[in-house]
């Protein structure tokens, strides 16, 4: 693979405080024309938007992408001709019209269908031949395969196991329904894991015309993608390149240097690791944040020590997820979504349902908390981290 615009590219911040669709129509339209977005681009083309829409949780939990961006992005794309446009995602768990239909209701997607665009109702998926240096081939949902131009509409967030969720891990929901859970399974080991998201946004680069868009006015921190809290920052983020808005996403949440998964595109010439050799459009003096990281954040101290007598010492460091009995319900979403089957549903004496964890083959991949509908699912920690914090 080789660098080109798309790869390494700037990036637009603009401002912006509120979800008025006219306000977010004004900023895209003044990005896209800065960044050479024309409608050459877009004229005639089939456009696949792919949202965050990771879990069924309405839009004020930051968790999901605000319909607001869709409506004023779809706007634009008549204006400049699009083809076909169709908004298409497969968050964790089956991938299928009544999950589907459940998560566009509930993060409020319906409010965005018009003439002009329609929810995917396709829930097949196409042989990829990915091509990269962890994922050699793959299935990929046939919305994003059939599209001339893919658009990420991400979320600002902090995220369990990468660090950060931004523009690069929302496309890890190109890959359809439980098959994610699988990836996980054959990458236990973040570097890995982030090694195989570098794989396939490149191949959505190489294949796709490519265009991110963060939704960064409400944003997560803590214990995200999906049980974190809501913090407002009042940004948006745009760019051709998903590596170079993640180094701003990065900087602006206090992880400056600590996303494996920029330092792994960096190293393969994507862009410059550095958020200084990035070129900023629009609001150069953008501010940054001390977010909240996540409970499992151990990982970013772990780094330090995954060399260190085999990997042992660091192993002994790990936190690790933890059933909270007092909130479980025993609905084994968290079973379904593990990747090694480590979770099973017990009953107590009184017959009520419980999820437990055994642990001797768990990969604190954090699917479980990630997953859970009411956030049952705590990150224990061992009690030097604890004094770290």
């Keep these: 693979m080789t660098s080109n615009y798309k790869f390494n590219a700037p990036v637009h911040i603009a401002d912006c ?20 977005i024309t409608k050459d681009l877009i004229k005639g083309k089939k456009i696949c938007l792919k949202p965050n829409l990771v879990l069924a949780k309405k839009p004020e939990f930051a968790a999901t992408t605000h319909p607001s961006f869709v409506i004023a992005l779809v706007r634009i794309l008549k204006e400049m001709e699009a083809g076909d ?45 990915i091509g990269g240096v962890k994922l050699k081939k793959s299935h990929v949902i046939s919305a994003v395969m059939d599209a001339d131009v893919v658009i990420d509409l991400c979320k600002l967030k902090t995220h369990s196991l990468t660090g950060l969720s931004c523009a690069t891990k929302n496309l890890f929901g190109i890959i359809p329904g439980v098959e994610k859970f699988e990836m996980h399974s054959s990458f236990p080991e973040v570097q890995d894991f982030s090694a195989m998201l570098v794989d396939l946004s490149s191949f959505v680069l190489q294949n796709k015309t490519f265009i991110a868009i963060c939704d960064a006015i409400l944003s997560m921190e803590g214990n995200g993608p999906t049980h974190g809290t809501p913090l407002k920052t009042g940004m948006t983020l745009i760019s051709r390149s998903p590596y170079s808005l993640d180094v701003i996403g990065e900087r602006m949440i206090g992880l400056e240097g600590k996303v494996f998964h920029l330092d792994i595109a960096a190293e393969r010439g994507f862009m410059p690791r550095s958020h200084g050799e990035i070129e ?16 499992s954040d151990a ?24 059933i909270n009995l007092k909130k ?14 480590t979770i099973i549903i017990e009953k107590k004496k009184n017959n009520k349902k419980y999820a437990k964890i055994d642990r001797s083959d768990c990969i604190r991949c954090f699917c479980c908390q990630e997953l859970c509908p009411i956030g049952a699912v705590d990150i224990k920690q061992n009690i030097f981290i604890k004094l770290i914090h």
């Design 85 to 129: 446009i169709v908004l298409a995602d497969s968050p964790g768990g089956p991938f299928n019209a009544a999950s589907l239909n459940n998560v566009y209701k509930v993060c409020e997607m319906t409010s965005a269908v018009s003439d002009d665009l329609h929810l995917n109702d396709d829930f097949t998926f196409k042989d990829a031949v």
């Design 17 to 36: 405080d509120s979800y008025d669709i006219e306000k977010i129509y004004s900023i895209f339209s003044e990005a896209f024309a800065s960044l050479g």
């Design 280 to 295: 900023i459009i629009g609001k150069k003096d953008y501010p940054t944040f001390e977010f909240k990281r996540p409970d």
């Design 328 to 341: 479980c319900i025993g609905c084994g979403i968290c079973a379904n979504s593990c990747p090694r089957h």
């Design 299 to 322: 990982g970013f101290f772990l780094k330090n020590l995954s060399n260190i007598c085999g990997g042992r010492i660091a192993k002994l460091f790990e936190t690790k997820p933890n």
